[in-house]
């Protein structure tokens, strides 16, 4: 049988000359793992080899014509465990994708499990890996659990002494439930899980890239036990259906932790609950996953360089704000430094930052806080949200004392954030001269890249859109939506932040003094090259990264 290194070479996708770069002696498993860490072949280079090693096919499961009866002839469990996923059933054998061809262990057990003979075909690991999560999913399991709680509930609600006795068990189908929507989110990647009571039923629903979709329904009389089980879960006083309440609770999802942020509210049909998925992940992004654009990343870069002033992030709730935030903190954070946050809640937590988390019960607020923490000498600050005049004075005053202050605030665009700080009864020349930098984004879905195809717009249409044209060049490329099996026939896969990055120049120090109108100020930041917020859009669109359509939804 060839090596992998020798199919490697057949196949093009390594020069002869590289194996003499490899030390020796080595594994051949070694040296293969070193070429992908290397770049020099891909994983899907690596998968081909594994095949023709194997004499197996190899299949691309993103464009493959999946059979669900074939997936449902081998149990879910079963595949995950041995990350296998059956996709069809040719003369009587069972087609089973597998990134390894010879594990026997994993045929022996599916071979068992369908009585029928296996045939093995290769696939790329991270491939295989989105069609179980796609094909091998909890809702049956949902289902069953439904008809079951449905069964087994009494005509009138669970009493409470019932609801605690439901859940010690952490068999009892109420938990399981539970536990099974809030891993079906974390797989569908879902920013939000909504538990929302009906007259006649509790509704499920995930809000998936920015869109709400209904996941699953329960029958109303378990409504109190799936929220007191939630409750539970996130330290919420169970006994407490009268006003709004917020918690925090973790979960292990595919060996790591996911954290989420819980609130209550209490609606005419009972308690509403809305989870917030904080996945860490995003506490490792870069700058360049911010999708700024080179002008604005230089802007923005410009502005966090420096070791005092402020820079704050504006937009709605979901706009992806926090994710900015962290994002620079994990630039600028620096063993020589001391960065410390004051948050409600603390979304994501970070090495080697001081985070606190504020508790208005004990006393604890945000200008408290950050009076507090300015006698720790911080040299960058994070504030959750400038939310009244004694937080924003006291950041304002901050950012002019040596601090690098980094912070929130609700508004529209960016000029209108130097004016809601002036409404705050900040006095204007301390804006102006304490803030550096101000973005305001919003969240776009992001065009999927197996399935988008070109559109066909007019001229005038996009000039009536305020399209950013070239008179004199071809008109631009745009792409739109088509939907295929890797994006749930959505068209779209992910989201992508739109920008408005307005430094804050002499100019606009000096309209901030004035009290001049968002307006105005606005006019002279895009004087200076500030893309507005839909130009900025524009850009993406014609880079083909979202459509039109995602622009003008998010975008006014």
């Known amino acids: ?71 449902a002839l081998v149990n ?37 499990a369908a009585r029928m ?111 007191s089980r939630l409750k539970i879960m ?18 292990v999802h595919g060996g790591r932790q996911i954290d989420l942020r819980v609130a209550t509210l209490p609606t005419v049909w009972g308690e509403k609950v809305v989870m ?27 502005a966090y360089s420096k070791p005092y002033g402020m820079i704050l992030v504006t937009g709605p709730t979901g706009s992806g704000k926090s994710t900015t935030l962290y994002t620079t903190l994990n630039v600028v954070s620096k063993p020589e430094i001391n960065v410390i946050t004051v948050e409600d809640p603390v979304e994501y937590r970070m090495p080697g930052i001081n985070q606190v988390q504020v508790n208005p019960k004990a006393g604890l607020t945000f200008a408290s806080a950050l009076r507090s923490i300015l006698r720790s000498d911080p040299d960058v600050v994070l504030l959750g949200e400038i939310r009244d005049h004694e937080t924003a004075q006291i950041a304002i005053e901050a950012s002019l004392t040596g601090h690098l202050v980094l912070s929130t605030l609700h508004t529209n665009d960016a000029p209108s954030a130097v004016t809601r700080l002036t409404e705050m009864d900040i006095e204007p020349f301390l804006v102006g001269s304490a803030l550096d930098c101000v973005v305001a984004q919003r969240l776009a879905r992001r065009l999927c890249e197996r399935c988008k195809q070109p559109l066909a717009y007019e001229t005038d249409d996009l000039i ?56 105005e100020i606005g006019r002279a930041a895009r004087e200076q090259g500030m893309l507005t917020l839909r130009e900025d859009g524009w850009e993406k669109v014609k880079l083909g990264q979202t459509s039109v359509d995602e622009i003008l939804r998010v975008v006014a």
């Not at 990134?99 to 057990?109: R, T």
């Not at 189908?173 to 891993?183: G, K, Q, T, Y």
């Open 76 to 112: 879910g469990a079963i595949c995950k465990r041995h990350n296998v996923l059956p996709i069809g059933v040719v003369d009587g054998a069972l087609l089973l994708a597998s990134a390894d061809p010879g594990d026997v262990l994993a045929l022996d057990d599916v071979r068992a």
């Open 234 to 251: 996130s330290d919420i006083d169970i006994a407490e259906r009268r006003k709004p309440q917020d918690g925090r609770m973790s979960v």
């Open 1 to 71: 049988m060839a090596s992998m290194t020798e199919i490697l070479i057949l196949h093009g996708h390594l020069p002869i000359e590289y194996l003499d770069s490899v030390s020796e002696p080595a594994s051949e498993e070694s040296v293969v793992r070193e070429l992908v860490e290397r770049g020099a072949i891909t994983p899907l280079q690596l998968a081909r080899a594994r095949a023709a090693q194997a004499g197996a096919p190899f299949v691309e499961l993103v464009d493959y014509p999946v059979d669900r009866a074939a997936v």
């Open 276 to 302: 917030r998925i904080l996945d860490n992940t995003n506490t490792s992004l870069t700058l360049r996953d911010l999708n700024l654009l080179d002008r604005n990343l230089e802007t923005f870069k410009t």
């Open 117 to 227: 003979p296996i045939v093995a075909v290769v696939a790329e690991p991270t491939d295989l890996a989105a069609a179980i999560d796609r094909y091998i999913r909890a809702d049956d399991e949902l289902n069953d659990l439904t008809t079951t709680l449905e069964d087994e509930a009494a005509p009138e609600e669970l009493s409470s002494a019932a609801i605690t006795d439901e859940l010690a068990d952490d068999e009892a189908p109420i938990v399981r439930f539970v536990n099974l929507i809030v891993s079906q989110a974390i797989q569908d990647r879902a920013s939000d899980i909504h538990i929302e009571p009906g007259e006649h039923s509790l509704r499920v629903r995930y809000r998936i890239d920015g869109v709400l979709h209904e996941m699953q329904s329960a029958p109303k009389t378990v409504q109190n036990g799936v929220i």
């Open 464 to 519: 009536r859109m305020r399209f950013a044209l070239d008179p004199e060049g071809e008109p631009p490329m745009i792409f739109g939506p088509v939907g295929c099996q890797a994006c749930s026939n959505t068209g779209y896969r992910g989201r992508l932040a739109v920008h408005e990055v307005m430094a804050v120049t002499e100019e606009i120090e000096r309209l901030t003094v004035e009290r001049a109108s968002s307006a």
